[in-house]
């Protein structure tokens, strides 16, 4: 169960963004990659990511156009990603979000292009534009999002899954692999907000720790639904990463050992997050709702 | 032939951006991805890009160092587009720069991966670091190289070029993705030696000039070779477009035809680099080059 005030608080920002890309977005115009884009985009997910910026924009006072900003540049980063993952050559899958791949809906060369074009539109809009934040902010939210997004980030971390299958890892391998292919958005994503507002590098520092957590609960909860779920809940392939052999925290730790892990990553995460100003209760809400609903 | 000043200019600059390439890069370190990152972008090319970054950026005086990590974030995106251009799911090549391609020398996950690595890497390395340009002239670089590398530069260039194939295109259609899927970074190459300095839109604006009209070129130069060429001289496979019913410019005019338009874009690009500040002669004799040596 979503608490009532953090389920309005996410539809508001999923449908703030939701309007915020349809116009970032190229138009269709009868463009078949501006349409497949666009199919990868919009019209689905809890846009965890932007709402991770927002929420962490709002604590600081930041105002909500430039966090919008920011927020589309993350979710449109992690589609291309999304896209790119699923494609033959990585992990094969059919559906997303509860409907066919952009590679099934469209074809293999235009989800790649797609997935290629929303990589730099994520950097374009954090770049475009008048007003805050300050040339200097920018830069920094770009340069920590492309490292986010590159070799040391998502890019690593997706080599490093694909190199595990079949193999068993250690925890050390499991974390690190985690920490780079979902954590360094997410974490991105968290500490986007203190960025915005230039609020100084302990905050950034502890919305940070708070996202480093959050990260590495969403993947947990991502394996215990892999191994239970069904597809009609998650709209995805469930069971392929047991299927593909894949080395999981919740395989090495057993579903309590996992379960118990959860419960200690989130009374850190509120820990990190007490020193903050304002009132970041839907932040804490938000990280019982990965943990309980299995976002 | 090269002449010999121009041939000694880009051969400092293809050494000086080697090195800065490769401190870039991550290190190799037995890691996969960056193994295949460096495969793709060490050892080979003319830098033709990079040096039209340099050679501009002389003109107006601005300092080497900028120049030169704004010359290797371009080197980046176009060894990105490189290995996804000869995926099995767009082009199919097996060779590039007399090397087998990417996902030859290591697999198709494993070069996907490495260019959407190196195209977050072209843009972190132009927020990154210290001293000039000044932030809002770096923000502007990033806006111009991540359009031109998006769904209106590059990538569209691509799609439509995928969409050509066995039909006929007319004159407008084949400049329209040429100028996407070539021109687009070229363009941006040129202009950015301007933009490092600051120098105004009218200088901008020439070299925008001189860099659609070297776009071209290369792209008729590049048809002309592929109807003519053996692969011991471009180290790549020849007769592709042919054999897949690409329209090409030289398909429309005849190679005569494409000879009169070389010729006509090198007056044009020279009357546009007519009103430049400087000596612009390396540029002339790098158009004349493009158009002699089919480079």
Redesign the interface.
């Known amino acids: 169960m979503t608490a009532p005030a953090l389920a309005a608080a996410m539809a508001r920002v999923a449908g703030d963004l939701e309007s915020e890309l349809a116009a970032l977005l ?1 138009p269709e115009d009868g ?4 349409a497949a ?1 666009r199919y990868a985009v919009l019209g689905g997910g809890k846009r965890l990511r932007g709402f991770l910026v927002l929420e962490g924009g709002r604590l600081f006072g930041t105002g909500r156009a430039a966090c919008l900003r920011t927020a589309a540049a993350v979710e449109l980063l992690h589609a291309y990603s999304l896209i ?1 993952d699923d ?1 033959p ?2 992990d094969d899958a059919s559906l997303r979000r509860g409907r066919p791949a952009c590679h099934r809906a469209f ?4 989800a ?6 929303l ?3 994520a ?2 809009v ?3 534009g008048e007003g805050p934040p ?3 902010v ?3 939210l ?2 920590e999002l ?2 986010a ?5 998502m ?2 971390g ?2 490093r899954d ?2 595990a299958e079949g193999r068993s890892l250690d925890e050390a391998a499991i974390l690190d692999l985690q920490a780079r292919k979902t954590g360094a958005l997410i974490r991105f994503s968290c500490r986007a907000g203190a960025l915005l507002a230039d609020a100084g590098e302990e905050a950034v520092a502890a919305l940070d720790r708070y996202g480093a957590r959050l990260g590495l609960a969403f993947q947990i909860s991502d394996d215990l639904l892999d191994r239970e779920g069904a597809t009609r809940e998650t709209g995805k392939d469930v069971g392929r990463d047991d299927a593909a052999g894949k080395a999981t925290l919740v395989a090495l730790l057993g579903e309590e050992g996992a379960r118990r892990r959860l419960s200690a990553l989130y009374e850190e995460a509120c820990e990190a997050l007490a020193g903050l100003p304002g009132d970041a209760i839907l932040l804490r809400e938000l990280f019982q709702f990965v943990i309980d609903r299995r976002m």
């Open positions: 190229p463009d078949r990659l501006a884009m790119h494609l050559a990585m074809d293999e060369a235009t790649l292009l797609a997935g290629d074009a990589q730099a539109l950097f374009e954090l770049a475009r300050a040339p200097a920018r830069l920094r770009l340069r492309a490292a997004a590159g070799a040391a980030g890019c690593g997706q080599m694909l190199l």
